[in-house]
């Protein structure tokens, strides 16, 4: 029967007794084929004061034993290879913070990992990609990460493929909660597509401000839209045809797949290469800590998005950044903020903006679209994603002021915002938020990070000789 039983590594502390943890490990074997422990710390019931002599013979297994548990515990995954770790140890050694790192570097090697009463699975990933792919994965929703990854798209499409107009290229396959019931492919490579055009989806039935249209429309390439629906902790959607958005997009013989999550749920199909982006503004252990920890693990490079004040100081910025690099001292960081541009000619005009921004950033928006753009911002609504009160917004008296309307490609920009202005006779302009490098980053940081994680990807690929076989990676 051992072939049945999973590979299994115990956690076990010194505030139990050890013949009670022999005992319980002896009665796991009927369920787990135990192969090693690691022992995280607790000598309230440990005789003698050199455990590691006698701690196979106590324990009955072999027993890892380091000055920092984590790394105990990778050295015990790295040895034995196990298909999960059981965790029969309990406070005061470990409590629900440390259980959420030891989860989340278990789960970053493909590790299950369990407790009496709980079981985390790491995420199941499907081969399919037949070009390099990269991935953006996020640590919450409206973090930014439809705007990184049409920017992402724009740098790899200029720098590894010869820009807007090109033949092959990059391809985005975002997933989203309001995406198609089947792949949709939309080609915005070849041709800039309108609000008219836009608008006409809309009245169809269809959510045109879905990712794959904002990406089409703001970045100019190929993109396949799909849905989702839920997340788990690590980011497992319960539900998705984004495996079957990725075989569409094979047809499309792209150069380089970008794959984007969609708020903290991470896309089920396998990426050469991951960036991470996390929110400055968001509690720091929601990014370094529970499975935030994760996340970061699993990617190659850090996004830091809303560096700034009102949204985060320079302090909580700095934290966040040393936190990201004590778990992965190596990775790249770049923090950045995020900055609206008109796709179209606005000097002179007066606008109204309609955003998901936070309500605090209004007037460093409208002092940016004022000074770099020449336009009178006269109305500024972050309500895009609230509906009641985005109405209420469009009702105001400045909107009679206003001869263009401006707007982010999301939520309700194109069934409320885009009708609203259609019957007021006013155009249409939308905004993309390029993001912006801030201190300790450098101008040309994010673009070097973009390129490097292409590069990393392509590299990943090539090793694999091209994969794309439907098998599954966790």
Not at 216 to 227: E, F, I, N, P, Q
Request: glycine letters at 10%; charged letters at 25%.
């Amino acid at each position: 029967m051992s072939q049945h039983r999973p590979r299994a590594v115990a956690l076990i502390d010194g505030e139990h007794y050890p013949d009670v943890v022999a005992q319980s490990l002896r009665s796991l074997s009927d369920r787990y084929q135990m192969v090693a422990a690691v022992f995280l710390g607790g000598t309230e019931k440990i005789r003698g004061t050199d455990l590691g002599a006698v701690a196979q013979e106590l324990y009955g297994l072999p027993v890892v034993i380091g000055a920092e548990p984590l790394a105990a515990m990778e050295q015990a995954l790295s040895q034995y290879e196990p298909d999960c770790v059981v965790d029969v140890s309990d406070e005061p050694v470990v409590g629900y913070a440390e259980r959420f790192r030891y989860a989340s570097f278990a789960l970053a090697r493909g590790v299950a990992y369990l407790g009496s009463d709980f079981r985390f699975s790491p995420p199941l990933f499907e081969h399919l990609a037949s070009a390099p792919s990269l991935s953006i994965i996020g640590t919450a929703k409206r973090v930014g990460k439809t705007a990184l990854s049409g920017y992402v798209a724009r740098v790899l499409q200029r720098e590894l493929f010869g820009g807007e107009g090109s033949g092959r290229g990059v391809v985005i396959v975002p997933m989203g909660r309001g995406g198609p019931v089947e792949p949709e492919t939309i080609d915005g490579l070849q041709r800039q597509i309108s609000s008219r055009e836009l608008l006409a989806w809309s009245r169809q039935g269809r959510h045109a401000a879905s990712d794959h249209f904002e990406d089409a429309v703001l970045s100019r390439v190929t993109t396949v839209g799909c849905r989702r629906c839920g997340g788990g902790l690590a980011g497992q959607v319960f539900v998705s045809n984004v495996a079957q958005g990725v075989r569409v997009a094979n047809r499309l013989d792209p150069g380089l797949l970008i794959v984007e999550g969609s708020g903290s749920a991470i896309p089920p199909v396998y990426a050469d290469a991951r960036i991470c982006l996390a929110g400055a503004h968001q509690p720091l252990e929601y990014v370094v800590g529970y499975f935030g920890t994760y996340r970061l693990l699993v990617s190659d490079a850090v996004v830091v998005a809303m560096a700034e004040e009102p949204l985060a100081s320079k302090e909580k910025v700095e934290r966040l950044i040393e936190g990201i690099r004590e778990l992965k001292p190596n990775m790249p960081v770049v923090p950045v903020v995020f900055r609206p541009r008109p796709l179209e000619d606005v000097r002179g005009r007066r606008v109204a903006l309609f955003s998901t921004t936070p309500p605090s950033m209004e007037w460093v928006v409208r002092r940016h679209l004022e000074a770099e753009y020449g336009c009178s911002v006269r109305l500024f609504s972050p309500n895009l994603s609230r509906r009641p009160l985005l109405k209420q917004d469009l009702e105001r008296q400045e909107m009679e002021e206003v001869d263009v309307v401006l707007t982010e490609i999301k939520a309700a920009a194109i069934d409320v915002v885009a009708e609203a202005a259609d019957s007021r006779g006013r155009p249409v302009v939308f905004v993309d938020n390029d993001p912006v490098e801030v201190a300790p980053a450098q101008p040309g940081d994010l673009v070097a990070m973009c390129v490097q994680a292409a590069a990393t990807a392509q590299a990943r690929f090539a090793a694999g000789a091209g994969r794309h076989d439907g098998g599954w990676a966790q």
